[in-house]
Every structure is written in C-alpha cells, then in structure tokens.
C-alpha cells in the first residue's frame, strides 16, 4: 500500500489527534533539530520534514503510546538523510585526528579550594544558556549529532550507533572528542567574556600540588 | 564472586563519562559508585560533568518561533485523511 493510500485511512480524528501530539511536543522537536543542525532555518525545515514524514507512516505506528519516541526516530532518521544531501556534505567538515582531550574541569579545579569554594560549578552557573547553545551549534557535525544525541535525548551508545549506522566504539569516541572540543570552546568563551571565577588563572591546567 | 574494585583515580576517571551516560555493566557502576563516596576530588569532577550535562539536556527545550508553529500547523491541515 502506498504511503497516500495509507494515510487516506486515517480519519479526521485522527488528523486532530496528530496535530495535538505535535503541539505538545513541538518544543522539544524544534530544540532537539536546531541543536542536531546548529542553524534554525534548517532546524524548521527538518520539523516540517518530520512531521511529514510521521503523518505517512502514522498507519504503521501500532501503540500510540510510543508516539513520542516514534517521532524522535522519524527525526534523527531525517537529519541523517538531511546530512547525506549535496548541500550538507559541502559543509561537512573533516574529523581532525590526534587533537588532545581538553578538560574545563582540570583547568578550572584548584584543589587548594576543595573545601571552601567551588569554581568549577561556579563556573557553571554562570554559564548562560546562550553560551551553551553557541558552543554546541559550533561543534563539527560529526560530534555534534553523537553528543545531541546522548546528552540532550538521552539516547544510548548502541542507540545512536544504530541511527549513524556506526560502530559502538566510534560512538564513544566521537562523544569524548565531541564533549573535550565543547569544553574548550566554553573555555574560550569564559575567557573573552572574562567569566572565570577565583584566583586569575594562566592559560596552562594548574599544577595538581602535594598537599601534605 | 569477587565485586569489581576501581584500583585509582586514573581508572575512575576513565569510566566517569559512561557512568554519567548509564552505559556500565551493574558491576563497574558499583565500582565507581564506592569510589566517589570515598575521594573527594573524582567526586567533585563527577559533579561538575553531571551538572554540566544537565545543562546541555536543557537545551532539548527551545521556544518557537511562529513562524515554526504557523508552517507545522498548515502542514497538518494540508494532510489528507478518508473522505477527502
């Protein structure tokens, strides 16, 4: 059966049910894309694109208790289509091999401060959400889809494996490269921004010192 | 069967990023677990690595434009559905 006869099925109340399901979990649809595309024009078109796509194949969805992460499939399934189109591998950027790992944890921890202060959750909180979602929209492509994945739809490592048709271990390392390169760009932020917290840091990891 | 033991801090630091993603076995989470309850300096980097990924989990919210919801609401009224 084709996709048109398919839906041709599906009833007005059904159409009405569709439209309130989507209403309600539009913003984290919209979320969701503009983190996976790091731009908001095509961020919209993928919303579009997956709504679509989840009316057509509505007549397969069984339990419509799943509709939630039916939905989030559909999506993830769309963005990867999205990224195999012309326009998006010309803006595909190359993985760089052999960066180090950059830790805003080692560079901001001064563990003369353990027990009085904290300026890693410091630190923190004076992160605007702004800066967040800056950070990761800049990431590289490849990081940014495992690292939207696992920490913004909590997605498993075989889960995202399975929707970038990659291996387990490339997942992992994909989310360590992609996690160090968003805590250094955060770094740089603070630093621009003038956001460090505590004693004036150099721009070397402090020293871990023998206390005893 | 003897619990598996995290021998160091290099070792828990290792696991940290699986342990906040719930990807280790029951075992080595244990493991890891029993070692933050005791060395101050992992768990403070635990903390900061979970705090930090509860705030990109934030992100998952974004405030629509009308322009999104005005397009997604046209979308829909343009299915079809039996009897059109």
């Known amino acids: 059966m084709s996709a048109e006869a398919a839906t041709a099925m599906v009833t007005e109340a059904d159409r009405a ?53 039916w939905v ?13 189109s012309a326009r998006f591998r010309k803006r595909h950027e190359p993985i760089e091999a052999g960066d180090e790992e950059f ?11 353990l027990w009085w202060g904290n300026p890693e959750l410091d630190f923190l909180n004076r992160l ?7 950070a990761i929209d800049a990431l590289p492509e490849v990081f940014r889809a495992v690292v939207v994945m696992v920490d913004v739809e909590g997605l498993s490592y075989r889960d995202v494996a399975e929707v970038l048709r990659i291996p387990t271990g490339t997942v992992r390392s994909r989310l360590a490269r992609g996690r160090s390169l968003l805590q250094k760009t955060l770094w740089d932020h603070a630093v621009d921004r003038g956001l460090r917290s505590g ?6 990891p402090p020293e871990e010192h023998d206390q005893a | 069967m003897t619990k598996p033991e995290i021998r160091s801090c290099e070792e828990a ?7 906040l993603d719930g990807e280790l076995g029951r075992g080595a989470h244990e493991a890891v677990e029993r070692h933050l309850s005791m060395c101050r300096s992992c768990y403070s980097r635990w903390q900061f690595e979970r705090r930090l990924k509860e705030n990109v989990a934030r992100l998952r919210q974004e405030s629509v434009p009308h322009a999104v919801s005005d397009r997604v609401q046209q979308l829909i009224r343009r299915f079809t559905v039996a009897g059109e």
């Open chain 1, 17 to 69: 049910w569709f439209a309130d399901r989507v209403d309600a979990m539009l913003s984290e649809l919209y979320g969701t894309a503009v983190r996976l595309c790091g731009d908001r024009t095509d961020a919209e078109d993928l919303v579009a694109d997956t709504v679509a796509k989840a009316w057509q194949a509505l007549p397969s969805l069984h339990d419509r208790a799943s509709f939630r992460g």
């Open chain 1, 72 to 84: 989030f499939r559909i999506l993830n399934n769309a963005f990867i289509s999205q990224c195999r």
């Open chain 1, 128 to 134: 605007l959400r702004e800066d967040l979602a800056r």
């Open chain 2, 13 to 19: 630091l290792r696991l940290l990023a699986s342990h």
């Open chain 1, 199 to 204: 004693p004036p840091l150099s721009d070397e």
């Open chain 1, 103 to 113: 830790s805003l944890f080692e560079r901001l921890h001064q563990p003369i401060l």
